[in-house]
């Protein structure tokens, strides 16, 4: 006789989401060594009898825990510890929240953070003035919201040796004054004038910032993610060794794949470094727990300080067409040559393709790559999307490309309807991230977060992509109706299918017998819920390998609202 298995924890008496259905069924999950047993609901019945520990759903739903698939959380877990300016949403409250931070660390030789908006001030670029005024003694350097671009007053300037006489650099440019005396504000590779001055984040510092970013991101039922610039880059320290760290120290809850960051200065000549770095970690560490096999190619800058690479000519204030089609950072023919290298080594490339002629000079890449290489299992994939061309949609299937959504972004708000749409010729707002579109088309769609330059909340992106509305705003849609996604592609892109692009799809990303227990639970069956009312749900519950590692405090969970019962009974 078989002998029956054991299930060390059976959730039960709630809706679960395979992933493999249309709709969540009523039933449950038994998990043993830290993998699915079985999600049929008499054998989860059989072995929640002996289970060790049993979870009752109580009418919520059971969801494969989600990954975002393009995410900094080292970076973002120092700002956390740093000058954080992201809940700041006007020049007011910037500055004085700037002010305390000084004010609270006396101590510190430079004031560094980031998270402060745009939209909060006049043209998005605020002065030196205005830091002078609060912090006249100490230099201040600020990274904008979304990161392209930085804020820093007079003392600063001094220590790099940034004046008047400071050309803009071919990646970047600077605000200017009358004289041309640079104004407080650096966009793109302008930014990397500061770099020698100021301080790095130490790797303890690094090290303590991924640590409190995990703890953050699993709150939100994150279980994996894609970290889009691993390595030094742009100022920061250096990420793979805290990534290791945390492997050996048994810190790093989460599965992870690292972009290692393609710096546009170095060339070819990086390619070897990159190929032995993907190489030690393979030999270092579990694939499943840590993979550096991704690069990081930044093609484009961004569209609200007009250095998003784009087919058509930016507007001026009166609408009339400029001669500024936004920056790329790299010819594209050598892109194309330093892409088909490294799809010919097996390493997936991860774009920043923002405006539409960077994403089609990213498609020119990998089909380049796809006709030297042949087809691969590289699965590359571009992030942001903000622009695309119809041509370009009709692309991305055939070339085997996954469009990797930002979807909270695909909103009105202040920094799109001020700073980037009444510069953008033509149809742009119906060609904003074209979502619909390029599922309609085949595309296979990823989704992720950017956080820290938006915030990380996978249910607050599924909201977005599903009503082209912010929840709880009252704008209307961004875009066309055509644009918006169900539900369940949504979520799926979430899950399955940036599981897809780490290449974990044979683990995790669903909820199947054999798969990796990591699992989201949220407080209702999002399913059931207007679609209006969609960002009102919340996570209750974060497991990863079967082991419960965030749990929301009742008080919180209550808040939401009732569960609802499987079977249609309030619980």
Known sequence: MTATPHADVVFE??????????????????????????????????????????????????????????????????????????ECDTAERTLAAIAAYAEAHPE?????????????????????????????????FLENRDHHGAWFNTRAAELAGVDATTADPADGRF????????????HEGAMNLFAAARPRATQQKAYDGLLAAQEYLLSFGITAWQDAAVGEFMGSPDTVPVYHRAVADGTLKVRVRGA????????????????????????????????????????DGVAENFTAAMHDCYLDHHGQATDNRGISFFDPRQMADFVTALDREGVQVHFHALGDRAVTDALNAIEQARTV??????????????????????RFAPLGATANMQALWACHEDQLDELTLPFLAGDAEARHYPFGELASAGAALAAGSDWPVSRPDPIQAIHVAVNRVAYGEERPPLGPEHQKLTLAQALDAYTQGTARINHLDHATGRLLPGY????????????????????????????????????????????????????????
């Not at 605000?175 to 650096?186: C, H, S």
């Not at 960051?261 to 727990?289: F, H, K, S, V, Y």
């Not at 290489?373 to 370009?392: C, F, I, K």
């Not at 990863?544 to 929301?552: D, L, S, T």
């Open 13 to 86: 008496n709630g809706w679960i989401y395979t992933g493999t259905d249309s709709q969540p069924r009523p039933g449950g999950v038994a998990v043993a060594d830290g993998r699915i047993l079985s999600t049929d609901p008499e054998e989860v019945a059989r072995l929640s009898e002996t289970a060790t520990e049993r979870v009752d759903l109580a009418g919520r739903l059971l969801i494969p825990g989600f990954q975002d698939a393009h995410v900094h959380p080292v970076s973002a877990g120092i700002e956390l510890l740093s000058c954080n300016l992201t």
């Open 108 to 140: 510190v030789e430079w004031i560094l953070g980031a998270g402060w908006s745009m939209d909060a001030f006049p043209g998005g670029t605020p002065t030196r003035q205005m830091l002078d005024a609060i912090v006249p003694d100490r230099p201040v």
């Open 175 to 186: 605000e200017r004054e009358d004289d041309g005396t640079p104004a407080g504000t650096a």
């Open 260 to 299: 290692q960051w393609w710096n546009r200065e170095e060339g070819d000549a990086q390619l070897g470094p990159i190929i032995a770095r993907r190489d030690e970690a393979a030999a270092a560490c579990d694939p499943e727990r840590l993979s550096l096999s991704s690069v990081k190619v930044m093609v």
């Open 373 to 394: 290489n042949g087809p691969s299992d590289n699965r590359h994939h571009l992030a942001h999307l903000q622009l695309v061309r119809s041509e370009d949609v009709d």
């Open 516 to 571: 990796y227990a990591d699992l989201a639970i949220l407080d209702r069956n999002v399913f059931d819920v207007p679609a209006e009312q969609i960002g009102s749900v919340g996570v209750d519950e974060t497991w990863v390998g079967g082991e419960r590692v965030y749990a929301r405090a009742a008080a919180d969970s209550a808040a939401t609202g009732d569960a609802v019962d499987p079977r249609g009974a309030a619980a």
